[in-house]
């Protein structure tokens, strides 16, 4: 069943393939506690009592920022399924017309 044009579907082809891709790769940055992603953290307004907390709480949301990356990135791979899908049915229904 076609649910969008040719150059919808093309467009979520496009859009979802780099939002894989991007959030992939952030995922993994996140992952590797990359200190160039440490603005991205959700540590404003708190207090640390000491150097371990502070740790602790980084790498708490370091790991909760990967996983974050990598759930977005598996809805971003079930929308390039699903534009793909209507890509292909768009494509074949304008062949045998």
């Known amino acids: 069943m076609k649910v969008c ?6 467009c979520g082809v496009i859009i979802s393939a ?7 790769l952030m ?3 996140f992952y590797c506690k990359s200190v160039a992603l440490i603005e991205d953290l959700p540590l404003e307004g708190k207090t640390f009592d000491d150097v ?8 708490k949301g370091f790991q909760a920022n990967a996983v974050n990356c990598w759930i977005a990135a598996i809805l971003y791979v079930i929308t390039l399924g699903f534009s793909g899908y209507q890509f292909y049915l768009n494509s074949r229904s ?3 017309v």
């Not at 044009?5 to 093309?10: D, E, I, M, S, V």
């Open 27 to 29: 995922g993994i940055f």
């Open 5 to 10: 044009g040719p150059k919808y579907a093309l």
């Open 52 to 59: 371990g907390d502070f740790y602790f709480k980084v790498n």
């Open 94 to 96: 304008s062949l045998s």
């Open 18 to 24: 780099w939002g894989v891709i991007q959030l992939a």
